[in-house]
């Protein structure tokens, strides 16, 4: 992740949030640049669980 400058910001210094289905703490990914605002889990199976239940 770069910062308002174009520097890279270091991975202790990257966002994150809690897991909606666990409440696990994850850190933002390049893979989720775009969509961070939507992302609600940390993982695929924290997903799944919370679509079934």
């Given at each position: 992740m770069k910062n308002a400058k174009g520097k890279v910001?270091?991975?202790a210094n990257l966002?994150?949030?809690p897991c909606k289905a666990?409440?696990?703490p994850f850190s933002w990914?390049?893979?989720w640049a775009r969509d961070w605002d939507q992302v609600l889990y940390c993982s695929d199976k924290c997903r799944a669980t919370n679509a079934k239940a």
């Open positions: 910001v270091a991975k966002p994150d949030k666990c409440g696990r990914r390049k893979k």
